[in-house]
Nanobody, 128 residues
Framework: QGQLVESGGGSVQAGGSLRLSCAAS?????????ITWFRQAPGKEREGVAA????????YYSDSVKGRLTFSQDAMKKTVHLQMNDLKTEDSAMYYC????????????????????WGQGTQVTVSS
């Protein structure tokens, strides 16, 4: 029913920028879904970073990234982009894209167990 493919990770210096992309071209529920980025740093639990409601285009951000990350969407390509600016060393982690076929507002967007589909992850490394 769907596959998510992340891209755009890489290595940057603190203060730099990256744009992550989550391609969901085969996800049948894309146009009424919540697409969320999670991240996991070594030795830490996976945490929710930001969520995008594909129908309402409403966005949600964790406090640690608010003001530095911005979503955009290419609806025709079923792709969500996450622009990450002013990156900090603490942003270094493996970033995962996940999707659920309910609105982001219909439950805690960072609750991982609600997500049906996950990508393989893309690494973000920020050096000082």
């Amino acid at each position: 029913q769907g596959q998510l493919v992340e891209s755009g990770g890489g290595s940057v210096q603190a203060g730099g920028s990256l744009r992550l992309s989550c391609a969901a071209s085969t996800y049948t529920h894309y146009y009424s879904s919540c697409i969320t980025w999670f991240r996991q740093a070594p030795g830490k639990e996976r945490e929710g970073v930001a969520a995008f409601d594909t129908f309402t285009v409403q966005t949600y951000y964790s406090d640690s990234v608010k003001g530095r990350l911005t979503f955009s969407q290419d609806a025709m390509k079923k792709t969500v982009h996450l622009q990450m600016n002013d990156l900090k060393t603490e942003d270094s982690a493996m970033y995962y894209c996940a999707a659920r076929n309910t609105r982001c507002s219909s439950g805690p967007w960072s609750r991982q167990t609600d997500y049906d589909y996950w990508g393989q992850g893309t690494q973000v490394t920020v050096s000082s």
